[in-house]
């Protein structure tokens, strides 16, 4: 069993590292295409002097809607899970001081 582990964290790690593109690489597709259309073009296309909030509001808005939503959603499950346990906490600490 720990063989079969071994072997499919190994081929895991080559078909990652195998088929990612190298970090920081000035050739790299997104500094040649992307990331200059968005220097250039952000101010004009977005009235925003800021890239960054340029590209995370307008460009990506929509996305950042979703995301922002999947980490609200989170929040309030773990707020509802939180707050049933400490009531079940309370009813079991009244049930065992009878």
């Not at 808005?61 to 929040?75: C, K, Q, R, S």
Request: glycine letters at 8%.
């Amino acid at each position: 069993m720990a063989q079969s582990a071994a072997i499919v964290r190994r081929q895991s790690r080559r078909l990652v590292w195998g088929t990612a593109p190298r970090y920081c690489a000035p050739d790299a597709a997104i500094h040649r295409h992307v990331a200059p259309r968005y220097i250039t073009d952000t101010f004009k296309d977005t009235g925003v002097p800021n890239v960054v909030t340029s590209v995370l509001s307008d460009y990506r808005g929509y996305d950042t809607l979703g995301e922002t939503t999947v980490i609200f959603t989170a929040g309030i499950g773990v707020m509802l899970l939180l707050r049933k346990a400490r009531r079940r906490g309370r009813r079991d600490d009244a049930e065992t001081s009878r």
